[in-house]
């Protein structure tokens, strides 16, 4: 696949969805190679004040989802097809941080790993997330 579009002008132009906003996600950095991004604790609990475990995913899936957009280039999309999460520690203050690498990058399929770390840099969930590329139908 080929990049025509530099990655963070195509992240301002696509937004990063009403969800992630809704959550306080704030990307970092935005390559194909990586991509990071942070989320409050504060917001996005459990009743047990732990970050609540589809909060992990959602983060997971907003940085995996938009990686494998990236690498889709122009006239495509890349859509989730199956996603998983280990979580392994519980934050319960301030943000945590996804940092998400390529597994696998082909023409119809991608991989991705995301790990997310508190702020003490200590892995709190492991999130695996496969896309699946699709021609965009022309109007």
Same mark, same amino acid.
């Given at each position: ?6 990655? &963070? ?6 937004? &990063? ?44 899936? !907003? ?11 122009? /006239? ?21 941080? /996804? ?6 990058? /082909? ?6 790993? &995301? ?9 709190? !969930? ?6 699946? &590329? ?6």
């Amino acid at each position: 696949m080929t990049q025509t579009t530099d990655p &963070i002008d195509y992240l301002l132009a696509r937004g &990063i969805g009403a969800l992630a906003d809704k959550m306080g996600i704030e990307f970092l950095e935005f390559s194909v190679e990586r991509s990071v991004a942070k989320m409050p604790v504060e917001g996005n609990t459990q009743p047990a004040m732990l970050l609540h475990g589809g909060a992990y995913v959602v983060l997971g899936e !907003s940085l995996g989802s938009m990686a494998a957009n990236l690498w889709a280039g122009e /006239g495509r999309l890349a859509v989730g097809i199956e996603i998983n999460a280990t979580h392994t520690r519980s934050a319960t203050s301030g943000w945590v941080t /996804g940092v998400c690498t390529p597994i696998h990058l /082909g023409r119809t399929l991608t991989t991705h790993e &995301i790990a997310v770390t508190d702020e003490e840099g200590r892995r709190c !969930s492991t999130i695996r997330i496969t896309n699946l &590329i699709r021609d965009l139908q022309q109007a």
